[in-house]
T-cell receptor, first 115, second 115 residues
Framework: AQTVTQSQPEMSVQEAETVTLSCTYD???????LFWYKQPPSRQMILVIR??????QNATENRFSVNFQKAAKSFSLKISDSQLGDAAMYFC????????????FGKGTKLTVNP | EAEVAQSPRYKITEKSQAVAFWCDPI?????LYWYRQILGQGPELLVQ????????DSQLPKDRFSAERLKGVDSTLKIQPAELGDSAMYLC?????????????FGPGTRLTVL
């Protein structure tokens, strides 16, 4: 079974600075998808960024980018120019490219943005 | 922008009582997921529907939990009888047609407290 580990329960960053959230995963599959979801307090979880395992190029969405290291099974999220609205729980998730469509989530990292 | 709707947002019940949660997916989305998120953990899939059919309910505690999506649109998740360990956030998500490339859109969740 696949597992996702987020080793940082909490992180903090100053507004306008850069922060990196870590995620590692374990799988025997060669083709899969990785995601970062953001869950603001009392609001729904939204997709931040997605990475296909067969793509070597790291995904980027505006201020959000990932560092995908397939051999190391590492998938970190970098948030540049942090804003107060980035404060939330961030979940790393895994999804198989075949078989089960369920998302396998890590335990999350709580990000605080200080003004 | 279309969103996944869930009700109620909060539910407090006593042990051994029955509770039910409702989810209305984004219009036209064929795939519906129910996840359970225990405090301090990431969400875990309980059940997945494709239209009105159950695709995956391997993690659903079938002795007390039931889920239905009779017309392939909205869905109800029921717990009877509720136990203290059922206290959690229950998240509903939907996607257009399922499949590993599809994005799952989450609702705001129902927070259940069992006393």
């Amino acid at each position: 079974a696949q597992t996702v580990t987020q080793s940082q329960p909490e992180m903090s960053v100053q507004e306008a600075e850069t922060v990196t959230l870590s995620c590692t995963y374990d799988t025997s599959e060669s083709d899969y998808y990785l995601f970062w979801y953001k869950q603001p307090p009392s609001r729904q979880m939204i997709l931040v960024i997605r990475q296909e395992a067969y793509k070597q190029q790291n995904a980027t969405e505006n201020r959000f980018s990932v560092n995908f290291q397939k051999a190391a099974k590492s998938f970190s999220l970098k948030i540049s120019d942090s804003q107060l609205g980035d404060a939330a729980m961030y979940f790393c998730a895994y999804r198989s490219a075949s078989g089960s469509e369920k998302l396998v989530f890590g335990k999350g990292t709580k990000l605080t943005v200080n003004p | 922008e279309a969103e996944v709707a869930q009700s109620p947002r909060y539910k407090i019940t006593e042990k051994s009582q029955a509770v039910a949660f409702w989810c209305d997916p984004i219009s036209g989305h064929a795939t519906l997921y129910w996840y359970r998120q225990i405090l301090g953990q990431g969400p875990e899939l309980l059940v997945q529907f494709q239209d009105e059919s159950v695709v995956d309910d391997s993690q659903l505690p079938k002795d007390r939990f039931s889920a239905e999506r009779l017309k392939g649109v909205d869905s109800t998740l029921k717990i009877q009888p509720a136990e203290l360990g059922d206290s959690a956030m229950y998240l509903c998500a939907s996607s257009l047609r399922g499949g590993s490339t599809d994005t799952q859109y989450f609702g705001p969740g129902t927070r259940l407290t069992v006393l």
